[in-house]
């Protein structure tokens, strides 16, 4: 267990607000990530950091930023919500051991309405 | 580019029989493979990894996965299946690729055990 945590846990927004999720870990990790998880998608990449201010793109980046102020903070931010949004969002950390495996959050549950 | 096939995504067995999720990966390069398994409204929970050496790998929860290149495969199996595995698995292959590795995940298999 990374003592990972993600606020809000649940969320609902309208249309075109603007809503920003936070993930916090206590591990030092050094690399973050952000998925969405969607029924027959499994988990796709959003963003992830591989460092303080150290952000790229994953696979379904459009609509999402993130930024990375501290090591234990990563926050998603959806600049204006859609209703193809509604998902739930997960953060993951590892840290530099080598091995890969990545620790997961609990968990945000959107919905756009 | 990598990618992971899960073939069914939904599998039901007997309470006490044999549990086999199939996994199939592709990848140019030497994969790391994992298996995660994510109970109702949690996140998900690492059950084994394959990194180097042995081929077969044992986990948490009795289960174990066999990782075999000539079949580019990484099947979870679990000789016998309880109620409380009930859950969705989730196989995915980790590759570094510039700035950070990346996990890309198959689509997921729901495991239902009845009575």
């Known amino acids: 267990d990374a003592g990972i945590t993600q606020s809000p846990r649940h969320k609902v927004t309208e249309t075109g607000t603007p809503v920003t999720l936070r993930c916090h870990q206590t591990?030092?990790?050094?690399?973050m990530y952000w998925y969405r998880q969607d029924p027959g998608h499994g988990l796709r990449l959003i963003h992830y950091?591989?460092?303080?201010?150290?952000?790229d793109k994953g696979e379904v980046s459009d609509g999402y930023s993130v930024s990375r102020s501290k090591t234990e903070d990563f926050l998603l931010t959806l600049e204006s919500a859609t209703s193809s949004q509604t998902s739930v969002y997960f953060c993951?950390?590892?840290?530099?051991?080598?091995?890969?495996?990545?620790?997961f959050g609990p968990g945000t549950r959107l919905t756009v309405t | 580019a990598q990618s992971v096939t899960q073939l069914g995504s939904h599998v039901s067995v007997s309470e006490g029989a044999l549990v086999l999720l199939r996994c199939n990966y592709s990848?140019?390069?030497?994969?790391?493979l994992f298996w995660y398994v994510q109970y109702p409204n949690q996140g998900l929970q690492l059950l084994l990894k394959?990194?180097?050496?042995?081929?077969l790998v044992k986990g948490i929860n009795g289960f174990e996965a066999e990782f075999k290149k000539s079949e580019t495969s990484f099947h979870l199996t679990k000789p016998s299946a309880h109620m409380s595995d009930a859950a969705e698995y989730f196989c995915?292959?980790?590759?570094?690729?510039?700035?950070?590795?990346?996990?890309?995940f198959g689509t997921g298999t729901r495991l239902q055990v009845t009575l």
């Open positions: 990848s140019s390069v030497p994969p790391y």
């Open positions: 950091s591989y460092g303080v201010k150290d952000t």
């Open positions: 995915a292959v980790s590759v570094r690729t510039g700035t950070a590795s990346k996990l890309t």
């Open positions: 394959y990194t180097t050496g042995a081929t």
């Open positions: 591990e030092n990790h050094r690399y």
């Open positions: 993951a950390t590892t840290g530099t051991g080598g091995t890969y495996e990545q620790y």
